[in-house]
């Protein structure tokens, strides 16, 4: 069972940035999904989710910027992140949980001039 993050990078404020969440051994569309994010010297933050149904919910810092979804004929999650600024630098994770729960490892982003 492994989740693995890719995708992330440096980017210039205001750029986009796609991440992937490629899943292995479980069946991702059964699952809840969420994104974290964890900045160097700050707790880990939560910052989008999306339930088994399709429902997505979002942090306020990432509303109508950021956008989750999930590929399940492909058994991976992306994140959609747009007018990136430097505040969203960190290391971005994904987590699958149902009865139990499965984290990636994560996947840099760093958005600087």
């Known amino acids: 069972v492994q989740l693995v993050e890719s995708g992330g990078g440096l980017v210039q404020p205001g750029g986009s940035l796609r991440l992937s969440c490629a899943a292995s051994?479980?069946?991702?569309?059964?699952?809840?999904m969420s994104w974290y994010r964890q900045a160097p010297g700050k707790e880990r933050e939560w910052v989008a989710g999306?339930?088994?149904?399709?429902?997505?919910y979002y942090d306020d810092s990432v509303k109508g910027r950021f956008a989750i979804s999930r590929d399940n004929a492909k058994n991976t999650g992306y994140l959609q992140m747009n007018s990136l600024n430097p505040e969203d630098t960190a290391v971005y994770l994904c987590?699958?949980?149902?009865?139990?729960?499965?984290w990636g490892k994560g996947t840099q982003v760093t958005v600087s001039s």
């Open positions: 987590r699958a949980y149902r009865v139990n729960q499965y």
């Open positions: 051994g479980f069946t991702v569309s059964t699952y809840a």
């Open positions: 999306i339930f088994s149904d399709g429902r997505t």
